[in-house]
T-cell receptor
């Protein structure tokens, strides 16, 4: 079955630690996105990528980094510079043309600070 | 800055009730409005609306867009406990200077349907 796989489901970060969230898709989608969801807030865009080896900052990119070395993979690193990392992180993908707006989401990663 | 406002933020109803969820927006270069349902973790796509006045329907769910008044509603008739979820509204618009389209999400409406 095609889809988006995020791992791990739950992640704990210690002070000063960088952690990496995994996102893999086998939908052959060109575009991939990372969103952050806080309680009572909408989804906010962290980074997105429309092509391999290229990515753009979203609205809240500070304290995060990404890479897009393969079409299927778009890992997100939450660095120690992100002072409030506790949130639910959603990865999504879409095609570029046509029904681009139909984002397909992974099941998310809940990140908590120890 | 693009804005998407959903109301109410939360709603509790009984099975069989009809509910209307609202989404208003202020964006430049509007392209489409989308509704998603988030039950547990992954939001799933419900509707995409691009033209005013044309109702999209899927079973007990329907949605319509008013581009003049800049809002959309999502209706759910004969609600069931399985409709309990967060309903997210998102608007796609082109950024300033002709840059890429981007999606702006509202905060969502938490719907709870009690038996």
């Amino acid at each position: 079955d095609g889809g988006i796989t995020q791992s791990p489901k739950y992640l704990f970060r210690k002070e000063g630690q960088n952690v990496t969230l995994s996102c893999e898709q086998n939908l052959n989608h060109d575009a991939m996105y990372w969103y952050r969801q806080d309680p009572g807030q909408g989804l906010r865009l962290i980074y997105y990528s429309q092509i391999v080896n290229d990515f753009q900052k979203g609205d809240i990119a500070e304290g995060y980094s990404v890479s897009r070395e393969k079409k299927e993979s778009f890992p997100l690193t939450v660095t120690s510079a992100q002072k409030n990392p506790t949130a639910f992180y959603l990865c999504a993908s879409s095609i570029i043309k046509g029904e681009r707006e139909k984002l397909f989401f992974g099941s998310g990663t809940q990140l908590s600070v120890l | 800055e693009d804005k998407v406002v959903q109301s109410p933020l939360s709603l509790v109803v009984h099975e069989g009730d009809t509910v209307t969820l609202n989404c208003s927006y202020e964006v430049t270069n509007f392209r489409s409005l989308l509704w998603y349902k988030q039950e547990k973790k992954a939001p799933t796509f419900l509707f995409m609306l691009t033209s005013s006045g044309i109702e999209k329907k899927s079973g007990r769910l329907s949605s319509i867009l008013d581009k003049k008044e800049l809002f959309s509603i999502l209706n759910i008739t004969a609600t069931q406990t399985g409709d309990s979820a967060i309903y997210l509204c998102a608007v796609e618009a082109r950024g300033s200077g002709g840059s890429n389209y981007k999606l702006t999400f509202g905060k969502g409406t938490l719907l709870t349907v009690n038996p």
